[in-house]
């Protein structure tokens, strides 16, 4: 079973305020990530994990004080550099890092995540996301969202060109031969001369190849569109919770796609979010439950809920059903609101609420209240143990804490940790020193082999 730990959102949304949290440290100090960075490396987790957003929440009411007064969603930094002052203090742990491909541009991220490897020894991950906030998309000079299926087939250039990047220089390019002076093989420095619908590229890459040839792929698309595009690069995928059944349902959609794109079923593994809040006691793990509800004050949630659904869900009417407002959400933004669509999981489309009923649902909702695993170290490991087998035992979670940090970590890292190791299911030391070794089993280069050979031998079929 492979961990990875969420942190995000450590510092938004009221948690720096909940007893315990960023004790003595205010956002965005460097010292609180490198003590959460050892504690992670302690414990053998396989990495910590940033996700991002560039603009600040203002779907409610078409303003952002809400979210600048309570901090929703703002503020958040660029992790590179953290990335990169965090990887001079470890030595197994990997960093996950998220970009968008609806707004950034293919050439720049290839070459920023090649040195970012090159300082960590190979310990990054890329998560690949396709945006769907008018909040970025604004500080982008985007008007308009771009399609939900038109954002993916941006990723899916965007990916191919980045690819491309990473081997257009080879692994022995660089010759640094003091008696002839040649610093490196022009033979072995390619240009990619990439020309498609949304990019064009010619390359090569600038920067030395990175000795892992390039950074762990990772993506969360949950649409149809989304799993294809995923399974289109994707060397581990992101993929929400819920009861077993869902899934399995999940882990049975990304199977039969692999199978479509000529891929053997199981070969790309998941990391399934869990939410967990670790305590000794069951009484006490409770407790901390209870705080998240504190909080939140209404705008606050009101706000969460408009930019989770880049929608301002203060021009809701007194009264209205589920499905016909998520049918409002999904034409103004192009995709589904994960709340509504949860919301509708559980009580029905023709569900009727007031404003006032949706805001309080939705407090329990935003605050992860609702959805949190809350509980002993054993408990937990039976729920994670029961997913686990349930999916095929391929890949692990993407665990994440409602509560305070570092406090929550610390208890993830000495409550349940050992908890699984005692089981036998988790490792007591890592198996290689890059993340591809840790997370996928394999260096890189081999991957990119296994790959490379596939391919080629589809075109040849």
């Known amino acids: 079973m492979h961990l990875a730990v969420d942190l995000s959102f450590t510092h938004t949304s009221g948690r720096w305020r909940l007893p315990g949290a960023w004790a003595g440290r205010r956002f965005p100090d460097l010292a609180m990530y490198q003590e959460m960075a050892l504690i992670a490396e302690r414990a053998k987790l396989d990495m910590l994990f940033f996700g991002d957003g560039t603009g600040i929440p203002d779907s409610w009411q078409g303003r952002m004080d809400g979210a600048v007064r309570w901090g929703i969603g703002w503020p958040r930094q660029d992790m590179s550099p953290y990335i990169a002052a965090l990887s001079q203090i470890t030595r197994n742990l990997g960093f996950g890092l998220t970009y968008s491909s609806t707004f950034m541009h293919p050439y720049y991220v290839a070459r920023l995540l090649t040195s970012l490897d090159h300082l960590s020894g190979g310990r990054i991950a890329f998560n690949v996301v396709a945006s769907s906030r008018r909040a970025d998309a604004a500080n982008y000079g985007w008007d308009e969202l771009m399609a939900h299926d038109d954002r993916y087939g941006r990723m899916d250039e965007f990916m191919d060109i980045c690819l491309a990047l990473w081997r257009s220089v080879d692994a022995e390019a660089i010759l640094q031969d003091e008696e002839t002076g040649h610093f490196a093989d022009p033979d072995l420095v390619h240009r990619i001369d990439y020309k498609g619908q949304h990019f064009s590229v010619r390359g090569p890459l600038s920067a030395a190849p990175s000795p892992s040839v390039r950074p762990v792929l990772v993506q969360a698309g949950a649409s149809d569109r989304g799993i294809q595009a995923s399974v289109h690069f994707s060397d581990m995928v992101f993929a929400q919770g819920g009861p077993v059944s869902a899934h399995r349902r999940h882990r049975e959609k990304l199977d039969a796609e692999l199978l479509r794109q000529g891929k053997p079923a199981g070969s790309v593994g998941v990391l399934w979010s869990q939410s967990v809040i670790v305590a000794q006691t069951q009484e006490e793990a409770d407790a901390r439950r209870e705080q998240l509800l504190d909080i939140w004050t209404p705008e606050a949630v009101a706000v969460q809920m408009s930019n989770a659904a880049s929608f301002d869900l203060d021009t809701l009417p007194p009264k209205f059903s589920l499905g016909l407002i998520a049918e409002r959400i999904e034409k103004a933004s192009g995709s589904k609101s994960g709340i509504f669509h949860r919301l509708i999981a559980e009580r029905g489309e023709d569900a009727r609420l007031t404003r006032d009923e949706l805001f309080e649902l939705g407090r329990r909702i ?96």
Request: hydrophobic residues 40%.
């Open 366 to 461: 935003v605050s992860d209240y609702e959805h949190v695993l809350a509980g002993t170290p054993a408990r937990i490991a039976d729920h994670l143990e029961e997913i686990h087998e349930a999916t095929g035992r391929n890949g692990g979670f993407m665990l994440s804490t409602p509560g305070a940090m570092p406090q929550g970590l610390a208890d993830i890292a000495g409550l349940l940790v050992p908890e699984l190791q005692a089981r036998g299911v988790f490792r007591r030391e890592y198996e290689g020193s890059t993340l591809a070794e840790n997370l996928l089993g394999r260096p890189m280069r081999a991957i990119e082999r296994e790959r490379t050979t596939t391919a080629l031998r589809r075109v040849q079929d």
